[in-house]
C-alpha cells in the first residue's frame, strides 16, 4: 500500500499504512537466532509451548499480579526492551490462529494473557479465534514511532518540518563546536563500557537489566554482527565514546534497538547526534522503514510518523476470567470517557 503524505503533516502526528508485506519483518518473534538465543538464556521462565504455537503467539512467561484485589496468573511477553517492538506473525490463516489459541487455553494456570502488539489484519484474527473459544477479549491502540516513506536521508530530511530541521542543524553544530567525532563500528566492549556507565547513574528500580540480561545483549550483539545485521553509531569525544546508537537489519526493515549517552556530555546533544546518524545510514542503505520498536517521547524529536498497533488481552473461560475482563474493560471506558472531547 503505497503511502501518502504532505511535508506539513510531519508537523504534528501522522499515522501511517505499510505494506502488509513490512509488518512480518517488524516481528522478532520471526528471527531465529533471537529467539534461539532467548531460549539459551531465559529459557527456564518461558511458557512451555508448542513450536508451531510459538511461531504464531510468540513466547511469553508467567507472572502474578493483583487486580481489584484477586490474585491473578498471567502470561506476558517476556522482558527486554526488545519486547517494545514485538509484532505477531501476520502471515497465518484464522484456523491456525484458533488452533494456536486452543492450547493456550488447555494449558490452564492463568487468568489473562497478555498479547504482543499485532497488525490490524492480526488482530482480527486473534480476536476471532478468541471469541470462538469463549475467551473475553480487550483491545488496546498501540502507536509505534517509525520513519517510513523515505527512498534517501535527503528526502526525509526536506520533509522535515522547519522546526525539526532546525533543531537537526543546531546537533550537528553542537558537535563541530564541541570537537566529537563519529565512527560507525563500535565494538561490543565499548558498547558495554558505555551501558555500564549509564546504567550506574539509574537507581535499582529503573535498571532491569540484570547480569543475565548482559550476557544475553552481548551474545545478541555479536550474533547480529557475524551475520552481517548489525550497525552502530559511536560519538567520540577524543578517545572517549560519549553516546552510541545500535541497530540491527530484518531484510529491509531496519530496527532501532537502543541508544546510551554519557551524562557528562548531555549538553553537547551526543545520543542526538547518533542517532540522527543512524537514521540517515538506515535511510541510504534504503531501509523500507525505521521501526524506533517503541513510542517514547524523545522519539518525536526525529519523526512525527507513527505506525499504530494493537495489543490484545485475552481472558480465560469461566466466572473469573470474565469478572476479571468487566474489571479492566471498566476501567478502560472511564479513561476514555475521560479523554473524549467534550461538545
Same mark, same amino acid.
Given at each position: ?26 516481528? #522478532? *518473534? ?22 508451531? *504455537? ?12 493483583? =487486580? ?43 487468568? =489473562? ?12 484474527? #486473534? !480476536? ?9 477479549? @480487550?483491545?488496546?491502540? *498501540?502507536? #509505534? ?27 550537528? !553544530? ?8 563519529? *565512527? ?9 563500557? #558505555? ?25 545478541? =550483539?555479536?550474533?547480529?554482527?557475524? /551475520? ?24 529491509? +526493515? ?34 523500507? @522503514? ?8 524523545? /522519539? ?15 481472558? +480465560? ?21 475521560? =479523554?473524549?472531547?467534550?461538545?
Amino acid at each position: 500500500m503505497k503511502q501518502v503524505f504532505s511535508p506539513v503533516a510531519l508537523e504534528g502526528e501522522q499515522p501511517v499504512l505499510i505494506d502488509p508485506s513490512l509488518w512480518p519483518l517488524l516481528n #522478532l *518473534t520471526g528471527d531465529p537466532t533471537y529467539l534461539a538465543l532467548r531460549r539459551q538464556h531465559y529459557g527456564h521462565s518461558i511458557v512451555d509451548l508448542a513450536a508451531d *504455537t510459538g511461531k504464531i503467539l510468540g513466547y511469553f512467561q508467567r507472572g502474578r499480579s493483583k =487486580i481489584g484485589g484477586i490474585p491473578t496468573d498471567f502470561v506476558e511477553p517476556l522482558v527486554g526492551w526488545e519486547a517494545h517492538g514485538w509484532l505477531g506473525c501476520d502471515r497465518w490463516d484464522t484456523t491456525e490462529w484458533q488452533k494456536a489459541l486452543a492450547e493456550l487455553r488447555a494449558l490452564g494456570q492463568w487468568n =489473562i494473557f497478555h498479547s504482543l502488539y499485532h497488525s490490524p489484519q492480526e488482530t482480527e484474527r #486473534l !480476536n476471532h479465534g478468541a471469541r470462538s473459544l469463549g475467551m473475553p477479549v @480487550i483491545n488496546r491502540n *498501540t502507536p #509505534l514511532r517509525v520513519v517510513h516513506g523515505f527512498n534517501s536521508w535527503d528526502e526525509y530530511y526536506r520533509a522535515l518540518s522547519k522546526t525539526k530541521r532546525d533543531r537537526y542543524k543546531k546537533t550537528m !553544530n553542537s558537535q563541530r563546536k564541541n570537537d566529537l567525532r563519529v *565512527t560507525f563500528d563500535v565494538s561490543t566492549e565499548q558498547i558495554q563500557d #558505555l551501558y555500564q556507565r549509564r546504567v550506574l547513574r539509574m537507581n535499582a528500580a529503573d535498571n532491569a537489566k540484570d547480569a543475565r540480561y548482559q550476557r544475553f545483549l552481548q551474545a545478541w =550483539i555479536e550474533a547480529l554482527r557475524a /551475520e552481517n545485521r548489525l550497525e552502530t553509531v559511536g560519538v567520540w569525544h577524543g578517545d572517549k565514546l560519549v553516546a552510541m546508537a545500535v541497530g540491527f537489519w530484518r531484510d529491509r +526493515a531496519f530496527l532501532f534497538n537502543y541508544t546510551a549517552y554519557d551524562q557528562e556530555y548531555q549538553t553537547a546533544s551526543p545520543g542526538s547526534i547518533a542517532i540522527y546518524k543512524i537514521i540517515e545510514t538506515a535511510l541510504n542503505k534504503n531501509a523500507r @522503514i525505521f521501526s524506533f520498536m517503541g513510542n517514547y517521547a524523545y /522519539e518525536k524529536l526525529y519523526s512525527s510518523q507513527i505506525l499504530m498497533a494493537h495489543r490484545v488481552d485475552l481472558f +480465560a473461560p469461566g466466572l473469573k476470567g470474565r469478572f476479571l475482563h468487566g474489571i479492566l474493560k471498566f476501567k478502560q471506558d472511564k479513561q476514555a470517557e475521560m =479523554i473524549a472531547p467534550r461538545c
